[in-house]
């Protein structure tokens, strides 16, 4: 099989479609990531020739309609932005979740109708999630699909404890407006006085903060989660208060055999991760009080750490990612194709 994934720029999402790359790839399917800002939607397909495309409904437009339509055969998947029931409650003044435009809403009634395609629409949510966020995308008759965010183990696993990066508490990302809503409540108090805590931030956004060391390599990353006795997740404001959109991190920093402290997001800890893999905090306060039992008492992080390992391992991969959208598609041997990879790669790699 040969999987064509759009990608529109170096943003989080780049990240999870290397990992599905990876994982198709691994398994047999050539794999390309197709830079829609560099080559046009014509001569992408007519050299690449893919099975399966995997795009973006708001990077629809008449060309990548016409690339789709005279390939029937094709099966497509898109991921699509918030359309549902959640409207009601979201105020997009205060909460940045991309929800659908008239745009999308054109753009894929007419490939629908031309071609239909999609086969299904997807975002990062829980199944129970996805019937609240997108059950609009019914009204042009198109199934909507939770594919949740996984653990890219080409590039996090296997960490090394390295002496210089050792920390209390390690963060790799950016500090921006929306996010930092969270931050400055769940992390910033940790870094006053800087000497209380040894705490190293890196990313490609500057943090107002001297614990912050600037960009490292992805081959780094795993490092520096691996010699931190805590790595923090910290969600997005809507995730904490509707309980949606679960980031990447988690997956990553438990299939390296990290220990994770995390804010709470329901669907995360209800539904992802139920066997007792994350303390979860619902409040500041609480995370303060995690934060530190574990630092002073580190024998109570082994048992979270090996539980988590195992679920993401079993659970949580992008070779999961990759056997669940095959599984979609009843694409059963390509299914199989990643299903015996991961066993390889797990045997050979991890």
Known sequence: MRVMISSDGSTAHFFIRKGWASAFSYAGHETILWDIKTKNAFDAFD????????????NIDESLIKCISARPEMKVIMK???????????????YNVLFVSDKDKHYVEALKRQTGKPDFVFAHYTQKCIERTHNGWENL?????????????????????????RSDMSFVGGYWGYKSKSFNRYFMPFLYPVDKYNVKIFGNQPWPSTQYLGFVSDGVVKDVMASASICPNISEPHSQDFGIDINERTFKILSNRCFCISDYVSSLAEEVFTNNEIPFAKTPEEFFDLVNHFLNNPRDRVEYIERGYQTVISKHTYFHRAMQICDELSLEKEEDDCKQALVKFMETRV
């Not at 050299?47 to 708001?58: A, H, K, N, S, V």
């Not at 699509?80 to 205060?94: F, L, N, R, S």
């Not at 008759?141 to 990066?165: C, K, M, Q, W």
């Open 47 to 58: 050299e690449f020739e893919p099975d399966l495309f995997i795009g973006q409904t708001y």
């Open 80 to 94: 699509a932005p918030d359309w549902g029931d959640i409207q009601k409650e979201i105020d997009p003044e205060k």
């Open 141 to 165: 008759g198109v199934r909507s699909v939770g594919l949740l965010n996984a653990a890219d183990i080409f590039d996090y696993t296997n960490g090394r404890e390295v002496p210089h990066l």
